[in-house]
């Protein structure tokens, strides 16, 4: 177990961003999943900006890697488009 004072700080700080990236990633996940079962195009035009701004702050913030946001969003686009 750790020992000194920075370690247990540091154990504190890296179970407090995990809980808080994979509140936002799991978040992420619904949305695109959400967008994937619309069969409405003008449903999934009004959702694809959002789920796309969520993709980037995502990926801003490195809870998810840029190209995976970057494929996401590119497959995402195709899909709203073949509506």
């Given amino acids: 177990m750790a020992d000194h004072q920075s ?4 154990i504190r700080q890296s179970e407090a961003r995990r809980l808080h990236n ?3 990633a799991r978040t992420a996940r619904s949305a695109v999943r959400k967008l994937r079962a619309a069969s ?3 449903a999934a035009l009004e959702l694809l900006p959002k789920v796309v701004a969520m993709l980037d702050k995502l990926a801003k913030n ?3 890697h840029k190209n995976k946001a970057a494929n996401l969003k590119s497959n995402l686009t195709k899909h709203v488009s073949k509506l």
């Fill in 40 to 42: 409405e195009k003008e």
């Fill in 7 to 10: 370690a247990k700080k540091r």
């Fill in 62 to 64: 490195n809870i998810i």
């Fill in 22 to 24: 994979k509140y936002y």
